[in-house]
């Protein structure tokens, strides 16, 4: 089994809307650092710096909710198939 890729997350767009690396931030979290270290380290308040984690983590929501649609419409699609393929079972 194959393991499935989290969502990209457009830095970019993020990084020119609150004028900072996101990138660095998220390397930063995936390192163990806290809020605070990681608000005293940029220079970025910690407003600022909830509201980045916010839009990460719905991105991410976004995301799991498609892919549980997909999955959901899938197996439907298999059950009806196979009641019309197997009426009397």
Not at 28 to 47: P, R, Y
């Amino acid at each position: 089994m194959r393991q499935q890729k989290s969502p990209q997350i457009d830095e970019q767009a993020l990084s020119k809307k609150y004028r900072t690396s996101v990138r660095k931030l998220i390397r930063l979290w995936k390192n163990g650092q806290s809020d605070v270290e990681i608000a005293a380290h940029t220079g970025i308040d910690l407003f600022t710096l909830r509201e980045v984690k916010n839009d990460i983590e719905l991105a991410y929501r976004k995301y799991r909710l498609e892919k549980k649609k997909e999955a959901l419409a899938k197996s439907q699609a298999s059950l009806k198939r196979q009641i019309f393929l197997r009426p009397l079972l």
